[in-house]
């Protein structure tokens, strides 16, 4: 399993992670936030029946602003969000396949044709 060597905030617009085997990623704050993982925000599961999550409220001023950016014992990072969330805890390999599946993504012409069935 990889860890970060550094974690860079990016004008509270992305996280970029420098891992120790000398991959970068970066991930936008947007998604970090959205997909947290944590119950109240995707719901458990509990004895193979899935709870799914309360319904919230409005978007809250600073949601998508990192306040602090704590590390979890040696496997994971627990960010603060500006308007008081700070219940997700994202693993380090959780956050490196979310970094690959990004660097998978902008690899991607802009142009890339998604009806590849369709015949002119």
Known sequence: MASPKKIKLNKQESLTIEWNNGITHTIPLSYLRDESPDAGNKGE???????????????????????KIELVGN?????????GYDYGIYSFDLLEKWGREFEVKNSLPNSFDHNHGDKD
């Open 45 to 67: 599961t509990i004895l193979w029946t899935h709870y799914q999550p309360m319904e919230q409220g409005p978007d809250k001023p600073g949601k998508y602003e990192v306040e």
């Open 75 to 83: 496997y994971a990072l627990n960010i603060k969000w500006k308007d």
